[in-house]
């Protein structure tokens, strides 16, 4: 199993990651439905896990999958650690502003809310929340992690963060931590 997704992810690294990116989204959904939030398989919402999977795989894992590319070929320095500094700097200034942006207005107009009165409930603070962990992750991701997978290992660890949005109630989507 582990060598066919090698294979894929060398011949086709964004339908990949894309892909990947979708079934951890809607994983991720149904695990804080199911372990965080405890509303049970009879009231699973299957329309929020379709929201997720399909933010997950049309937008984040190929935008991450292009951003981490331009990363790895743009920036760079002659110290290899100030180069990695530099990329988590970008990434948490440019990338994660913008994709959370993105993130909260699609689901709101996905949900048939508000864009507007979402991002003015929720934007500051999820962003806040969101860089007390994302930027020692990529610091990690982007020193040890080959190129190819750290949009995996942004999924993985965003399911692994479960446990932390039970204090944000169920306003914190298991996808909202891929920032």
């Known amino acids: 199993m582990l060598r066919w997704y090698q294979a894929r992810l060398a011949s086709r690294p964004l339908l990949t990651q894309s892909v990947t990116t979708a079934v951890l989204f809607a994983t991720g959904d149904s695990i804080a439905q199911q372990a965080v939030e405890k509303v049970g398989a009879e009231n699973h919402n299957f329309k929020r896990t379709g929201r997720m999977a399909l933010y997950g795989g049309a937008v984040f894992g190929p935008a991450a999958t292009v951003w981490f590319r331009f990363l790895q070929n743009k920036v760079r320095l002659r110290n290899p650690n100030a180069e990695i500094l530099a990329r988590v700097a970008v990434d948490q200034t440019v990338f994660s502003t913008t994709n ?9 107009i996905m949900e048939g809310s508000d864009p507007k009165e979402k991002l003015k409930k929720t934007y500051w603070t999820a962003l806040q929340k969101n860089w007390m962990l994302w930027p020692f992750v990529q610091l990690i991701n982007f020193k040890f992690v080959p190129l190819q997978h750290r949009v995996f290992v942004v999924n993985i660890i965003s399911i692994g963060k479960l446990p932390h949005r039970i204090d944000f109630g169920a306003q914190w989507p298991a996808s909202l931590d891929l920032c």
């Open 100 to 108: 959370m942006f993105c993130f909260l207005s699609s689901m709101a």
